[in-house]
């Protein structure tokens, strides 16, 4: 038997208040998990977070994606690579939270706390670098 994959389907603008509401849990859950200072307080909402005296940012997208980055770096200036991000994927049985690789992430606390630490120490372990 052949084996069928599923196919993500395009977003629609009735998609949105959906996408920003699961974008809000996952701020709150990360808000939950970690240490935070607000940066900006509306969409996109950043908040700064400092690891082992490294600063990072979150950053919020009403649009279903969240990213952890360095926070303003000398050597990433502009746009600096993401250290952590999910996105919202949208398919037949409803919407999910996805990796840069379009891998399931379920929305459950420990599972997303222990990626995102494991991701931290990566960065440090590689001695900043991404």
Known sequence: M?????????????????????????????????????????????????????????????????????????RYRRNPPPIFYLSVGKYAGGYRWEDGDAVEVKFVKEEIVTKVKNMINKFLESGGVI
């Open 2 to 74: 052949a084996d069928i994959k599923e196919h993500r389907q395009s977003l629609e603008e009735r998609d949105f208040p959906i996408l920003e509401s699961m974008s809000d849990k996952m701020r709150l859950l990360v808000l939950d998990s970690f240490e935070c200072t607000p940066i900006e307080e509306s969409w996109p909402y950043r908040y700064k977070i400092t690891e082992n005296s490294f600063d990072f940012e979150w950053v919020f997208s009403a649009m279903g994606s969240v990213t952890l980055r360095v926070a303003k770096s000398e």
